[in-house]
């Protein structure tokens, strides 16, 4: 059996002052004390809310690290030369809080910042969060109390910091309490914070000028593994032929035209109109703001039109619903594979394009997606329409913040 490798950060060296002269103290990376070679100390790490003890043990000119690095309610007691010397207990009230992201995709971190603003609220704290410039920028505007900051800064004087992220392998209990693929990759993000597991959409600020007068829906095709593209290869064509049919405009608002790895290429689908491109994310969030509805993938495209609060009609097999923000216009085929991202017995593997677990090279492979058929989509576009009493024949199209 090969060795697991599990992720680390560096979060540089500890330097603030615990008020025991000599020892620093702070919550950069876990619970984290440099005692000097100066006595003998002893070292208990408590978990106060499960009245745990995590770490106990004897030390002299040494640096001691929890092993768990998420939200932890430690109490850090230390003896010198046998007389308890401190005992600090975790606050973050008024403190700098680091928040750190990862950089390189769009989904995940629309799923879980909204985590770091009930952090704020709830600890009354000082809240950094380090992220992609241009998400950053979208989220400013509507989050002013807390501080953006470019990837891989660390802003000084920080008392604690938290990594975001579904961390692999998913045995990974250093920076994750519990399995993601059990519980969706949204909700791993209050596990990690200690806060109350509740989905929560992040706040986005679009234009109030609809960009395209004519009533249009948007789509999006393209996803970063074969496993979450509608491998129908009918599906989208006769989709598209649907909503044309029905008096829309069909907008492709993708990244890119084409995509895929060896064996697995996908383009533009064919029919609709061609507004891909690396156009600016605020401008990708205007013009689903005033879109009627999208259909896509489980991919970020879909992430953002959730955040901007339009309709999602969400295409997906190798996931279960609880995967992603709930949307009552999910399609999913129940009666072949499904579900093998959220399967505990799997293990996803970023390198593999064309990552199917239970069937790869099979006539079976990607049944998952391939067997929902654009009937299925065509009858949920239906209902969305009729939810939201749309007709744009007769010229009735959903406004911003029509919300349901």
Not at 138 to 162: E, H, Q, S
Not at 284 to 307: E, K, N, P, T, Y
Not at 319 to 327: M, Q, R, V
Not at 342 to 351: I, Q, Y
Request: glycine share 8%.
């Amino acid at each position: 059996m090969s060795e697991k490798n599990y992720v680390s950060f560096n979060p540089g060296p500890v330097v603030r002052e615990s008020g025991l002269p000599g020892v620093k103290l702070d919550f950069n990376y876990g619970a984290r004390i440099v005692l000097p070679d100066d006595a003998d100390y002893h070292v208990r790490l408590t978990d106060q809310d499960t009245s745990s003890i995590l770490y106990e043990a004897d030390a002299r000119g040494a640096m001691i690290t929890s092993t768990k690095k998420y939200y932890i309610n430690f109490k850090v007691e230390i003896w010198k030369e046998g007389k308890l010397a401190l005992t600090h207990n975790l606050d973050l009230k008024g403190k700098k809080v680091h928040i750190k992201f990862p950089v390189g995709t769009l989904g995940d971190i629309l799923a879980w910042f909204p985590y770091a603003e009930e952090f704020r609220k709830k600890h009354q704290c000082q809240v950094c969060c380090s992220m992609s410039e241009e998400i950053g920028q979208l989220f400013a505007p509507a989050y002013p109390d807390i501080t953006f900051l470019p990837p891989d800064t660390f802003p000084p004087d920080c008392y604690a910091t938290y990594y975001m992220g579904i961390f692999f392998p998913a045995d990974d209990r250093f920076h994750q309490p519990t399995d993601f693929r059990v519980i969706g990759l949204a909700l791993n993000i209050p596990y990690i914070l200690g806060l109350d597991v509740v989905e929560r959409r992040p706040i986005l600020t679009p234009s109030k000028k609809r960009p395209i007068k004519e009533p249009y829906v948007c789509i999006a095709a393209q996803a970063t593994s074969h496993a979450k593209y509608w491998n129908n290869t009918r599906g989208w064509m006769e989709t598209i032929d649907f909503l044309k049919a029905l008096g829309y405009r069909v907008l492709c608002i993708d990244k890119e035209k084409v995509h895929g790895s060896g064996r697995h290429w996908h383009t533009i689908p064919y029919g609709c109109e061609d507004f891909t491109g690396s156009l600016p994310l605020q401008e990708r969030v205007d013009m689903l703001a005033h879109a009627d509805f999208f259909i896509g993938l489980s991919s970020g495209l879909a992430w953002l039109a959730w955040g901007a609060g339009t309709p999602v009609i969400m295409v997906s097999g190798f996931t279960l619903p609880y995967n992603e923000f709930y949307t009552p216009y999910r399609v999913i085929n129940f009666h072949v594979c499904n579900g093998c991202w959220t399967d505990s017995s799997e293990e996803f593997k970023h390198a593999d394009f064309g990552w199917c677990p239970r069937h790869a090279g099979t006539e079976r492979e990607f049944e998952c997606t391939r067997f929902i058929s654009s009937g299925q989509v065509c009858q949920t576009i239906q209902r969305l329409m009729s939810d939201y009493k749309l007709d744009p024949k007769k010229g009735r199209i959903r406004r911003v913040n029509d919300g349901k």
